[in-house]
């Protein structure tokens, strides 16, 4: 199966924007780029999904490099809520999420 | 619109007993994936569940097995627990299976297996 990597933590001021980067250097060429994020005590919820150009909704922006191997999710203004573990899962074929450790965010005020 | 639901919230069960975990899936969506995340982990894919029948299934032992309902609810059984099945069960409904698409995920059962 292919796998992501992620940094374990990272710290962010609030209101500060924070950049999180995930590895994916075995993607598949038709496999769209997923992003999620966990808050305490919840399920994994999502943010924001792309295939090869940036994306921006309410919540993000999702950068993703030319290659494809790589991506960041950008949090423009980090808030107290924004405090999670952010995972960069892997689809295969049929939908198959395949997670990895995240990256666990605290946002300090 | 109701999000995916899943019952029971949390259970206790000792070693050697069996459970079922419930999931109703977000309206509309047919799709049903189950997961379970130990403490401290990401979730790993159990199986997937799409028109009744198993699609996918990740690297767990028989003793996990599954069902989807005709109203694409479904349900996740253990049999013969064990001290390491004690996690948060996670279901995840989506309207097809495929890497488009964009799983949306309950709020668990935790489980504890004592």
């Known amino acids: 199966d292919a796998k992501t990597t992620q940094p374990n933590s990272m710290e962010s001021n609030e209101e500060e924007p924070v950049h999180l980067p995930c590895n994916h250097s075995?993607?598949?060429?038709?496999?769209?780029i997923h992003w999620y994020r966990q808050l305490p005590s919840q399920g994994p919820e999502y943010v924001i999904h792309g295939l090869t150009s940036n994306v921006n909704n309410r919540m993000a922006s999702l950068a993703i490099a030319e290659d494809r191997k790589s991506s960041t999710l950008i949090l423009h203004r980090a808030t107290l809520r924004d405090a999670a573990v952010y995972y960069c899962p892997c689809y295969n074929q049929g939908g198959k999420l395949i997670f990895g450790q995240g990256t666990e965010l605290s946002v300090k005020p | 619109d109701a999000g995916v639901t899943q019952s029971p919230t949390h259970l206790i069960k000792t070693r050697g007993q069996q459970v079922t975990l419930r999931c109703s899936p977000k309206?509309?969506?047919?799709?049903v994936s189950w997961y379970q995340q130990a403490l401290g982990q990401g979730p790993q894919f159990i199986f997937q569940y799409y028109e009744e029948e198993e699609r996918q299934r990740g690297n767990f032992p028989d003793r996990f097995s599954g069902h989807q309902f005709p109203n694409y609810s479904s349900e996740l059984n253990v049999n013969a627990l064990l001290l390491g099945d004690s996690a948060l069960y996670l279901c995840?409904?989506?309207?097809?299976?495929?890497?488009?698409?964009?799983?949306?995920f309950g709020p668990g059962t935790r489980l504890l297996v004592l």
């Open positions: 075995t993607i598949s060429g038709t496999d769209y």
């Open positions: 309206s509309g969506h047919d799709t």
């Open positions: 995840a409904s989506s309207l097809v299976p495929g890497s488009l698409e964009t799983q949306y």
